[in-house]
């Protein structure tokens, strides 16, 4: 962390920490309280959320699920808040657990249905099961006590401060892991995470425990904080304010839940209160007007672009000081404004305030001198040497889909060291091949063997560890994620660090974390990227993302490599370096199948070549004798190349 | 016809081309040449409106078109065949024809008859023809690279930009493609052409532009550039197969 970021960091707490001897209404301690315990359920809805990609309506549900935990141990058992905080961490996790199952199956709209249909049962569950829960009548319940001593309000406030920071730093820890840039990959590429050994099942129900845990948390909080549970508070509109609050406040950021919680807790009572109202509507007028100014002069904005929000924002102004009472537009005004922020600041406001002061970030030659490449060899030599010389064997795929037989009884030996060649027409099952190989598809008949093991069955993410690494056809990046955080993606298999290790930074975890970020670092100076490593992927040319979905693939130290036309969209000199990089590749003892149409890589590399057509075997063998072979001339090289 | 003068464009904060000046005129193919992030598909992309420049302008047919939505341009008559293909993959080949020549249908472009361009694009792709009714997500790489194309002339445009039509095919369907671009230029139709096989794109081309870095390097008649030894050496080398 800066310590320009840290000293902010101190003064925020600071300010928090003194509000209450400030200020000795409870109206305001309880607000700032409140503020504090939904950024606690943001902090983990945003997991979801910001880094998986995921929707999530069940949210209200969970943090009803820890306010109930609390009740019912208070209620029935009279246990203390050093048994009721692990409870509701732990039985709402529980419930994250059941959320997450229907997000392995759906996504999109689908998925926030059934999540919607989850948090109402879980409000109805409450709701009837009286013996437990006391039904509609809900639970009454006392500030906490804390080594015998009873909380009154603003101990309560310190306590809610405490764990909310506890929180924050957790979390922030979390998703700055590999945990994180697990969660980060499935919302990138779902296909990739697997394949390169990140299982998206496990993941995404890791993503929803860990959320639901943080949601159980701060459920928790809110009983004490309020006193009394009901089974009405945890309703639909309480999760959409969430999720309207991450996307408001700006996603896959912890300042952006704090805007968020800020705003949602905020900005109804504002609006309860028409000279606040009219104060507030004349500052924000004037600071869209002055950022409508400053991003026209600057070039960022159109004079179009900015009018409506300054006339909206002037209209909003005029608007306050006719009214005389609020009562009766506040749900519009409401509306207005979410629609307003939604609309123009899709990145949230975190987001915008970002791009409008243009952050400078720190030049490339100095974070890759905090990083630091690794010492030695960063591409892995590949394991099992001198085990059987034949790496692969399928015998008899069959690829059925329908009526189609996308592979017809197709036989692959791939020797240990070589560099294997698979061409043929477009269409004729050289890319299903590899999806067979990785477990992407589930063959209709035959059988894969990979050192000696069966492939067929087994899921992509157990696959690519046992050593089959590749890249796609259709470049499959984590396009939000930074070239570096790609490949250490790929090295999530050398962390053997859990929850625990990444919350406390255990030696242990900052060890694995740090040698993997060197190592993410040589493995793009191996294919000569390492200038572009803080860069975001989707902004690599598509030669060099094909260079760098190289790089991640080696960073699950394969045996065998899969190359799905690396050369694809490459100009002459460009396909020389990698050429020279298959090269070294293979140096490294790594054996590699290389689908490609340029001839010239195919004929320059390739000790062995298979021909696919309409998805059978037509040739094989040297590159020389298959280019003289009359089938594959008329099939796939036809006469006069263009040249 | 198109005309780009001192373009500037890239992407957040990676400022790809540094102002970049090239010509297409009427009934001629231009392509430009240059290595991997030199800024080729940038170009590309700044030209029909899919990313907005950051300085310098662009006409087509004398209107300025910079900064414009890529559907208005493309009501200009400017079509875009993208790197990657992009065909609209739940949708029957003949759809996908017909959604090119959608400016056509609303009245926005000059109606012309589309069932008759609809025929010929057909026939300058046999392959198509065979599989009008079959979804484009179930055509092979190649046969999707054709429907792209064929989809960007059935816009009638005034300019086609075709970008990487060659990728990731088989050499016999490589052969193909530049024998289509061959056919198309005799029918007239003006190109801005980017290619990985930059001889093959300078022997059909009439001009050539060699984009380094967001610049232009070197420009002039492509017989020229291809015997030139600089370009040779650096971008035609071993390049073909």
Redesign the interface.
């Known amino acids: 962390m800066k310590r320009s970021h840290l000293l902010l960091a101190v003064i925020g707490i600071a300010a928090l920490a003194l509000f209450p001897v400030g200020f000795h209404n409870p109206y305001y301690i309880h607000l700032v309280e409140t503020i504090m315990i939904y950024a606690i359920v943001l902090f983990g809805l945003d997991i979801v959320v910001g880094y998986t990609g995921q929707v999530s309506l069940g949210h209200a549900g969970l943090f009803g699920v820890g306010a109930y935990t609390v009740g019912v141990l208070v209620f029935k058992l009279g246990a203390s808040i050093w048994l009721t905080v692990p409870a509701a961490i732990l039985i709402t996790a529980g419930f994250g657990a059941l959320l997450a199952l229907p997000a392995l199956r759906v996504s999109g709209p689908y998925l926030a249905m059934v999540t919607l249909a989850f948090g109402t049962i879980i409000q109805i569950l409450i709701n009837e099961m009286s013996f437990l829960t006391e039904g509609p009548l809900g639970i009454k319940l006392e500030k906490p006590e804390l080594f015998g001593h009873k909380l009154d309000d603003r101990e309560f406030y310190w306590v809610v401060l405490v764990l909310m920071v506890l929180a924050l730093i957790v979390v922030h820890r979390i998703l700055r892991s590999h945990l994180g840039r697990a969660f980060e990959a499935l919302r990138g590429s779902p296909v990739a995470s697997d394949c390169m050994g990140v299982s998206v099942y496990r993941y995404k129900v890791y993503a929803f425990v860990i959320s639901a845990g943080f949601a159980g948390l701060a459920g928790n909080l809110y009983a004490y904080s309020e006193q009394y549970i009901s089974p009405n508070t945890y309703n639909f509109e309480l999760t959409v304010l969430f999720l309207l609050a991450v996307i408001m406040g700006g996603r896959k950021s912890r300042i952006g839940s704090l805007v968020g919680a800020t705003i949602i807790v905020l900005l109804p009572k504002l609006l309860d209160d028409i000279e606040m109202f009219r104060y507030v509507s004349v500052a924000l007028a004037v600071l869209v007007a002055v950022s409508a100014v400053v991003g026209i002069r600057r070039g960022k904005s159109t004079a179009q672009q900015m009018a409506i929000p300054v006339v909206g924002t002037l209209l909003l102004a005029g608007l306050s000081f006719k009214l005389q009472s609020m009562t009766d537009w506040r749900l519009s005004i409401f509306g207005v404004i979410t629609l307003f922020v939604v609309y123009y600041l899709q990145d949230g406001i975190v987001g915008f305030v970002r791009n409008a002061l243009n952050l400078k970030q720190t030049s490339v030659a100095d974070q890759q001198a905090a990083i630091g490449v690794v010492k030695g060899d960063a591409v892995g030599t590949a394991a099992g040497a001198n085990a059987a010389p034949e790496l692969l064997k399928a015998s008899g795929v069959l690829m059925q889909f329908g009526g189609l037989k996308a592979l017809n009884n197709v036989d692959l030996v791939i020797k240990r060291g070589s560099i294997h060649g698979l061409i043929g027409p477009n269409g004729s099952g050289k890319s299903t091949m590899m999806n067979v190989l990785t477990g992407i598809y589930q063959p209709t008949a035959g059988s894969v063997a990979f050192a000696g093991q069966s492939v067929v069955g087994r899921t992509s993410s157990d696959i690519a560890l046992s050593g089959i690494a590749r890249t796609f056809q259709n470049v499959q990046l984590f396009g939000e994620m930074t070239a570096l955080q790609n490949v250490q993606v790929g090295l999530h298999h050398t962390f053997a660090s859990n929850l625990l290790d990444v919350a406390l930074r255990t030696p242990r975890y900052k060890r694995e974390s740090a040698h993997a970020a060197s190592r993410a670092l040589g493995l793009l100076q191996f294919v000569g990227l390492s200038d572009l490593a803080f860069e975001e992927a989707r902004n690599l040319p598509y030669g060099k993302q094909r260079l760098l979905e190289i790089a991640r693939a080696l960073a699950l130290d394969p045996q065998l490599l899969l190359l799905d036309e690396p050369a694809a969209g490459l100009t002459a000199p460009d396909i020389k370096e990698l050429i020279a990089i298959i090269r070294k590749i293979r140096e490294h003892g790594v054996t590699l199948i290389l689908i490609e149409h340029h001839m010239d890589v195919v004929m320059n590399l390739c000790d062995t070549v298979s021909v696919l057509d309409f998805g059978q075997k037509i040739a094989e063998g040297k590159p020389a004798q298959v280019q003289a072979d009359e089938k594959v001339i008329e099939a796939y090289l036809g006469g006069t190349v263009a040249e | 016809m198109l005309t780009i003068n001192n373009l500037s464009a890239g ?2 904060k ?1 400022q790809v081309l540094h102002g970049i000046s090239i010509d297409v005129p009427k009934g001629k193919v231009v392509t430009l ?5 030199a800024g080729k ?1 940038t170009t590309m992309r700044a030209i029909s409106g899919m990313i907005a420049p ?1 300085g310098g302008d662009i006409s087509l047919n004398g209107k300025r078109i910079e900064g414009k939505e890529s559907y208005d341009i493309a009501k200009l008559g400017l079509a875009h065949s993208p ?2 293909r992009r065909v609209f993959a739940t949708m029957t080949v003949t759809d996908n024809l017909i959604l090119g020549a959608f400016p056509r249908l609303t009245g926005s472009r000059p109606k012309g008859d589309v069932a008759a361009d609809l025929d010929r694009a057909l026939d300058l792709f046999p392959r198509l023809k065979e599989r009008r009714t079959q979804l484009a997500g179930t ?5 999707q690279q054709m429907l792209a194309m064929a989809r960007a002339t059935m816009l009638n445009p005034d300019v086609v930009l075709l970008d ?1 039509p ?11 493609v ?1 024998k289509i671009i061959e056919r198309l230029k005799s029918q007239g139709v003006t190109m801005l052409l980017v290619e ?5 794109a300078l022997a059909v081309a009439d001009y050539g532009y060699v984009l380094e870095n967001g610049r232009i390097s070197v420009h002039g008649p492509a017989a020229k550039l291809r015997d030139d030894p600089a370009v040779k050496a ?8």
């Open positions: 992407y957040g990676v040449i240059g290595s991997n992030g598909t950051t790197e990657g055509l092979s790489g190649g046969e990487e060659s990728m990731g095919l088989a050499p016999i369907l490589v052969t193909e530049f990985q096989f930059a001889a093959a650096a971008y035609l080398g071993g390049g073909g197969h």
